[in-house]
């Protein structure tokens, strides 16, 4: 009985990706600064607030156009009011991330299924919802996966929930710099073959913290870090979801020799540590 791990598009082994909030004017700095380092990122905007110049200033919709979907970013959904579902009745959850997402692709004229839960999420509940309730609400309007807290993800793994999606840190996290450097540090030479799972090194927060907190000198450390690394594979939330998909698709047969590819992608795996590459149709057959 062998082991197979997914592998990412080229057989890495290895993901990043960045996850920021609430669209304000200070994400072009960010994403700037992003590609600089060739990562990607997904960003969570509130449909009904963009635009908005009352307060801290919010992302025009040519801003979103140009500096975050030109660039090959995703936007995803934020709640049209930035709502906790948690707390709120079904109806409203509903009512808010549909809004959300309607007005997203309207504007953008794309599929919009990604989404950041607003505020205090899926932390906290009140008159008689549960999570269950809400992820239901959610999988209702079409979002494929949510963002959501809870502690340091330091294992790198992926998500087995994904209406649970919990990154590794926030970038204010005093253990951040370390996190990274232990992540960019994994040999899969080295690892024993139960431990050969795919990593990812997911990091989320807000742009104007850097702002707010003087240190935008911290998101440069992390790309010198995290960033031009041959054996990682840099992706915005959505394509790693899909990718994941994909390769939950493969057909196997009952001994495991036989594996088919139904998917329109090209897909990397490992087993045992020896790695296979699938192409779309194809039926690959391994040695026993
Ligand atoms: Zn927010």
């Not at 450390?221 to 915005?236: M, N, P, R, S, V």
């Not at 899909?242 to 139904?262: H, R, V, W």
Request: with cysteine; aromatic share 14%.
């Amino acid at each position: 009985m062998r082991y197979y791990f997914m592998r990412y598009p080229g057989g890495k082994a290895k993901a990043v990706t960045f996850s920021y909030d609430d669209g304000l004017k200070t994400d072009i700095r960010l994403l700037e600064r992003l590609n600089h380092y060739g990562i990607k990122a997904t960003l969570n905007i509130n449909n009904s607030f963009i635009g908005r110049t009352s307060g801290k200033p919010k992302l025009t919709q040519e801003d979103i156009q140009t500096y975050i979907l030109d660039a090959g970013h995703e936007v995803a959904v934020h709640g049209d009011n930035h709502r906790a579902p948690g707390i709120l009745r079904s109806v409203d959850i509903i009512r808010d991330v549909l809004d959300c997402r309607l007005g997203l692709e309207k504007r953008f004229g794309r599929i919009v299924k990604g989404m950041a839960y607003p505020d205090s999420g899926v932390r906290i509940f009140q008159g008689g919802m549960t999570y269950q309730q809400v992820r239901q609400c959610l999988q209702d309007v079409g979002i494929v996966y949510a963002r959501s807290l809870s502690g340091d993800n330091t294992l790198f793994r992926m998500p087995e929930d994904w209406y649970a999606w919990n990154p590794s840190a926030h970038h204010a996290n005093p253990n951040v710099v370390s996190y990274a450097e232990e992540f960019v540090a994994i040999d899969f030479s080295k690892l024993s073959s139960a431990w050969r799972y795919p990593r990812l090194f997911y990091l989320w927060g807000h742009s104007y913290e850097f702002d707010n907190n003087n240190n935008w000198e911290l998101l440069d450390t992390l790309g010198q870090i995290l960033g031009g690394k041959e054996d990682t594979w840099y992706a915005t939330n959505m394509e790693i979801y899909e990718y994941t998909k994909a390769y939950e698709s493969l057909e196997t047969s009952a001994d495991g020799t036989i594996i088919y590819n139904p998917t329109l992608r090209k897909i990397w795996f490992e087993i045992d540590g020896k790695p296979y590459e699938i192409e779309p149709g194809q039926t690959l057959k391994i040695e026993e």
